[in-house]
C-alpha cells in the first residue's frame, strides 16, 4: 500500500531556532495536512493545504508556522522561531479526495520534534 | 463544535478475551465517526469509518464499532484479542461538511499472554 514518509523521524532543536519538518504525502493525492501530538494530549489539527494555498488551520497554526509544497512532491512545516512547548510528534497526512467526501486519510509515521 | 471523549487511557486484556474501547462524542450536526490504530513507531492508521450509512461498521483486523445516537457513542470492539492488537486507538470525529478530524486522546491496549 502507498504510504505517506516523513524525514526526519526525531528532531532535536535549541530554542529560537527555525525547524523545517519534511513530508512526501502520496503521489497522486490532493488534499494534506499537519497534526500534533504533544505527550499525554490529544492529536490536534494545525492546517490543511490544498491547491498549493492553506484551505483551513487552526488556533496553533500562528505566524511562527509555515506550509509550503516546494516542488509538488514534497510538503513542508517550517516554525518559524521554535518554542520549548512545540516540543511535540508531528504528523503528516495526505488524502486524494476533499474532506468533506470523507476520504480515508493516510498518516505519516510521524516526526518527533523536541525543543531544548 | 465537535469533540470526542475516550474512557480509560490505558486497557489491559487478557489474549482471547473481549477488547471494548469506549468512545463517546459531541456534535452539532450529524457526526463521521473513525478508529484510527497507531502500532509502535508506525503512523496512524484507519481502522473504520461511519458514515451514516449502516450503524455496525465492520473494519481491518477483526475490529467493529456500533454507532448509536441516543448514547452518543462509538465503541470499538473484537470478540478476541490477539497479541498484535497491542497499540495506540484514537477515535475521531468531524461534521459531515469541510471540517478536519478531532481527535480524542487515545487509548493503549495491552494484551497480556
Known amino acids: 500500500e502507498p504510504e505517506v514518509t516523513q524525514t526526519p523521524s526525531h528532531q532535536v532543536t535549541q530554542m529560537g531556532q527555525e525547524v523545517i519538518l519534511r513530508c512526501v504525502p502520496i503521489s497522486n493525492h490532493l488534499y494534506f495536512y499537519w497534526y500534533r501530538q504533544i505527550l499525554g494530549q490529544k492529536v490536534e489539527f494545525l492546517v490543511s493545504?490544498?491547491?498549493?494555498?492553506?484551505?483551513?488551520k487552526s488556533e496553533i497554526f500562528d505566524d511562527q508556522f509555515s506550509v509550503e509544497r516546494p516542488d509538488g512532491s514534497n510538503f513542508t512545516l517550517k516554525i518559524r522561531s521554535t518554542k520549548l512547548e512545540d516540543s511535540a510528534m508531528y504528523f503528516c497526512a495526505s488524502s486524494l479526495r476533499r474532506p468533506e467526501e470523507n476520504e480515508k486519510l493516510f498518516f505519516g509515521s510521524g516526526t518527533q520534534l523536541s525543543v531544548l | 463544535a465537535q469533540s470526542v471523549t475516550q474512557l480509560g487511557s490505558h486497557v489491559s486484556v487478557s489474549e482471547g478475551a473481549l477488547v471494548l474501547l469506549r468512545c463517546n462524542y459531541s456534535?452539532?450536526?450529524?457526526?463521521?465517526l473513525f478508529w484510527y490504530v497507531q502500532y509502535p513507531n508506525q503512523g496512524l492508521q484507519l481502522l473504520l469509518k461511519y458514515t451514516s450509512a449502516a450503524t455496525l461498521v465492520k473494519g481491518i483486523n477483526g475490529f467493529e464499532a456500533e454507532f448509536k445516537k441516543s448514547e452518543t457513542s462509538f465503541h470499538l470492539t473484537k470478540p478476541s484479542a490477539h497479541m498484535s492488537d497491542a497499540a495506540e486507538y484514537f477515535c475521531?470525529?468531524?461534521?459531515?461538511?469541510?471540517?478536519?478530524?478531532?481527535f480524542g486522546k487515545g487509548t493503549r491496549l495491552s494484551v497480556i499472554a
Open positions: 456534535s452539532s450536526v450529524p457526526p463521521y
Open positions: 475521531a470525529v468531524s461534521a459531515s461538511g469541510n471540517t478536519p478530524l478531532v
Open positions: 493545504f490544498y491547491n498549493n494555498e492553506i484551505s483551513e
